[in-house]
């Protein structure tokens, strides 16, 4: 059974920075594709980033060149470093896996899903 628990979101000022973690239990994160997505109230969830097995990156238009996605296979944990964060950032962000190393085209082909943790920016 896979298990994703995340945390590390909170409240900060527009041009902080928060550091996401997802604690990944059940499977090697070195066989997935693992990744980042955000929803905010009365929006669509949304790709942030996302992280192929074979270590290839790719990212939303909006956050390119502020988030940076990564993991530690030794402690099995994926990351979200997020810096200049914006208000339009502000959401409830998750953590999902699914057991292929290619990653899916859209959220829904993601069979895996933690429960998510808030973050919010104020401007």
């Known amino acids: 059974q896979v298990h994703l628990v995340e945390s590390g979101g909170g409240s900060v000022q527009a041009g902080g920075s928060l550091r996401l973690s997802c604690a990944v239990s059940g499977h090697f994160l070195s066989q997935y594709c693992m990744g980042w997505f955000r929803q905010a109230p009365g929006k669509e969830r949304e790709k942030v980033a996302l992280i192929s097995g074979f270590e290839r990156t790719e990212y939303a238009e909006s956050v390119q060149g502020r988030f940076t996605i990564s993991k530690d296979s030794a402690k099995n944990t994926l990351y979200l470093q997020m810096n200049s964060l914006k208000p339009e950032d502000s959401a409830n962000y998750y953590c999902?896996?699914?057991?292929?190393?290619?990653?899916?085209?859209?959220?829904?082909?993601?069979?895996?899903w933690g429960r998510g943790t808030q973050v919010t920016v104020s401007s």
């Open positions: 999902a896996a699914e057991p292929n190393r290619n990653c899916p085209p859209t959220h829904r082909g993601f069979d895996y």
